[in-house]
């Protein structure tokens, strides 16, 4: 069974990236994302949920890079409706 502090430690170290990276990044992220290798997908789409909530200013740079209709490709259409 994994220890708390190595998750911890791991998730440290995901949130100390994404802020080092910050808006830099996010252009690097949208590539990604707009790939057609889905191995960079799952990745890319991490990054960029952490960078927004660490940094919510990067927000405004996720829409200057056009990726919110790229983002809308990878719903599903088998998701739950939401409750009223």
Known sequence: MEKISD????????VK??????IVNIPQLANDIR???GD???SALQRL???IVME?????TVK???IVGVLNNFLVSSAPPELN
């Open 7 to 14: 998750k911890t430690n791991r998730n440290t170290i995901l």
């Open 17 to 22: 990236s994404a802020s080092d990276d910050k």
């Open 35 to 37: 790939s057609i290798n």
């Open 40 to 42: 960079l997908h799952y």
């Open 49 to 51: 949920i952490i960078a």
């Open 56 to 60: 919510p200013k990067n927000i405004e």
């Open 64 to 66: 200057q890079q056009d």
